[in-house]
């Protein structure tokens, strides 16, 4: 369709991974110039997570698709393009360029949201909130942090509220498989629903005390950006760009 229009373009600008290679014999045959922007590179580990019949044909198609060689990388992260530089993508053609997130959204004003989540989830005013938000997986650390959870609230009034992303349908399913096989974990607690607006998410990260990132691999960290422009405290995993994102002292702990 593009070769067909008469328009004359000076930059083709794609991302990871479908378009990669409509977008390279684009450049070739008009010789244009390409951007690629890349969020994170995957393990075959993790693509296996992902898709365990597919996996490694995904991660060798990854592999392969970056030999093709585009003008400029943008990357969120130094982590990033740290990866990419493993795979033999020059440096020197590797700008980092981190994610932004939405000020008017993610504010401290969000805190005003406490007493309503309270409410909302039959929270005690005198027990502690922390938060987790994103794919039960396990390169996101979240069988850490329910062996942490077990050992924590022994001693610790304290509530854990999981807003979960659904994408990994397996994944979701032997997450609350464990919660609910497990009467401790099952009183401590909750598994938020998605209201269907960014807003919610806000609210919860307001209504916490901290925000819990264990991932093992992470090409930015939303949530952890999101939770520092509020305000609430971020406890992340080193070895991941998390540590790029929060300021350890400052937005939380490494």
């Not at 075959?44 to 490694?56: I, M, Q, R």
């Amino acid at each position: 369709y593009v070769l067909k229009q008469k328009e004359n373009y000076d930059l083709i600008h794609t991302s990871t991974y479908s378009a990669m290679i409509p977008s390279y014999i684009l450049s070739v045959l008009k010789g244009i110039p390409t951007l690629l922007n890349v969020h994170e590179i995957w393990s075959l580990n993790e693509w296996l997570e992902f898709t365990k019949s597919k996996g490694f044909f995904y991660f060798t198609e990854e592999r392969m698709l970056f030999k093709l060689p585009f003008s400029v990388y943008v990357s969120p992260s130094y982590h990033t393009k740290k990866d990419l530089t493993k795979l033999g993508v020059d440096g020197k053609k590797i700008f980092v360029i981190p994610h932004g997130i939405d000020r008017k959204l993610f504010n401290p004003t969000m805190k005003k949201f406490r007493k309503y989540i309270r409410g909302l989830y039959k929270i005690g005013d005198k027990e502690i909130i922390g938060c987790f938000i994103g794919k039960p997986t396990v390169f996101k650390g979240i069988d850490y942090l329910l062996n942490a959870i077990q050992k924590i609230v022994k001693n610790t009034e304290i509530r854990f509220i999981f807003l979960l992303s659904e994408l990994h349908k397996s994944s979701h399913e032997n997450f609350v498989k464990k919660i609910s096989n497990d009467k401790n974990l099952r009183r401590h607690i909750i598994l938020a629903k998605y209201q269907g607006k960014h807003e919610f998410v806000a609210k919860i990260i307001g209504a916490s005390d901290f925000v819990v990132m264990p991932s093992l691999t992470e090409g930015f960290g939303f949530v952890a950006a999101e939770a520092a422009s509020i305000g609430v405290p971020v406890i992340v995993t080193k070895d991941t760009s998390l540590i790029e994102v929060v300021n350890h002292g400052k937005h939380g702990i490494h």
